[in-house]
């Protein structure tokens, strides 16, 4: 038995996890960020640009960083506003599905996106009945992955320990705090990073899922 089949839990990111990242989804959704926080804080869009890259890569979301420096943002009307993707081009995941449906573990959504564009986006791609929950970042209180706190929060809201998951994502950040809390954890769809941490990689989330059932 592979050790991962020894968790019985298993999460899985969403964006550029559950879909290939030729998808381009995320790049919608950087610029109306963008267009939202130069609106609202009358500053430049360089300006813009410069300050949503810095709270990404300090807090793992731009919206933790404008909840903590930008009250009078209104986090849903951000939220909502950025998330406002075209999904036209995106195919359904029905492969995933079939693997996923197969794969008799407790499935869960953990993602940084809000719960609307999350359930959206998976009924889009016919994932939506793959998975026992979501966990949107509301939940975290926006103190998103890769903070430990939304790690422990997950675990706390669905009744689990750490050291029963496994955890699929695209981000190393997020990987390195999920195995130092105990999971097992799978680096997906980043053909572009040779050295890592993580327990396991894939490029093929759809055939990496039937090969740990075969």
Request: hydrophobic fraction near 35%.
């Amino acid at each position: 038995m592979t050790p991962l089949l020894e968790r019985d839990v298993h999460l899985f990111d969403l964006d550029n996890t559950l879909y290939h990242p030729k998808n381009a989804i995320l790049e919608q959704i950087a610029p109306l960020m963008r267009r939202f926080i130069s609106n609202e804080l009358s500053i430049s869009i360089e300006e813009s640009n410069a300050l949503c890259d810095s709270y990404y890569q300090r807090y793992g979301g731009t919206i933790r960083g404008i909840q903590l420096h930008h009250s009078s943002v209104d986090l849903k009307q951000f939220s909502d506003f950025s998330h406002q993707v075209n999904l036209d081009n995106v195919e359904k995941a029905t492969q995933l599905k079939d693997a996923l449906h197969a794969f008799k573990k407790s499935r869960y959504v953990f993602t940084n996106s809000p719960l609307p564009y999350a359930t959206r986006l998976l009924k889009h791609i016919d994932l939506y009945d793959c998975f026992d929950g979501i966990f949107s970042v509301e939940l975290t209180g926006y103190k998103m992955k890769p903070d430990p706190h939304a790690f422990n929060t997950i675990c706390k809201h669905f009744d689990f320990e750490a050291s029963d998951a496994a955890f699929y994502d695209d981000q190393l950040s997020n990987l390195a705090t999920a195995k130092a809390l105990g999971m097992r954890t799978i680096l997906v769809n980043r053909a572009d990073i040779e050295q890592h941490d993580a327990c396991y990689k894939t490029e093929d989330l759809p055939n990496f899922m039937t090969s740990l059932i075969k």
